[in-house]
């Protein structure tokens, strides 16, 4: 399985960013497939996922009605529309895939544990 996020950068309080990852590999594995992020100093936090085929959505409480998930079966893109940023949503925002991991859709974001990790993408709000 393979991750490449895109679309990071640097905004503006209250303002917008998507973010893109583009996925390969074996289906299963990508099966339950979200977002974390790491801000400097502080431990890898689960952000938002997304259930393949249910398309079931699981958000952090931090994000919300901010931020929505979504993925392109057809395209193999998982997208992350972030809108009304704040500056403690700066962080490294990595794609990732639960593969073979026995943890639960409901459970996998407070594990923040993965098969399959992105390079990251950097989302800086100042």
């Known amino acids: 399985v393979q991750l490449v996020e895109s679309g990071g950068g640097l905004v503006q309080p209250g303002g917008s960013l998507s973010l893109s990852c583009v996925t390969s590999g074996s289906t299963y594995s990508r099966n339950c497939i979200g977002w974390f992020r790491q801000a400097p100093g502080k431990e890898r936090e689960g952000v938002a996922s997304?259930?393949?085929?249910?398309?079931?959505?699981n958000y952090a409480d931090s994000v919300k009605g901010r931020f929505t998930i979504s993925r392109d079966m057809a395209k193999n893109t998982l997208h992350l529309q972030m809108s009304s940023l704040k500056p403690e949503d700066t962080a490294t925002y990595y794609c990732a895939a639960r593969g073979h991991k026995q943890i639960s859709f409901g459970n996998w974001l407070s594990y923040v544990d993965s098969d399959y990790w992105g390079q990251g993408t950097q989302v800086t709000v100042s």
């Open positions: 997304v259930a393949a085929p249910s398309g079931s959505t």
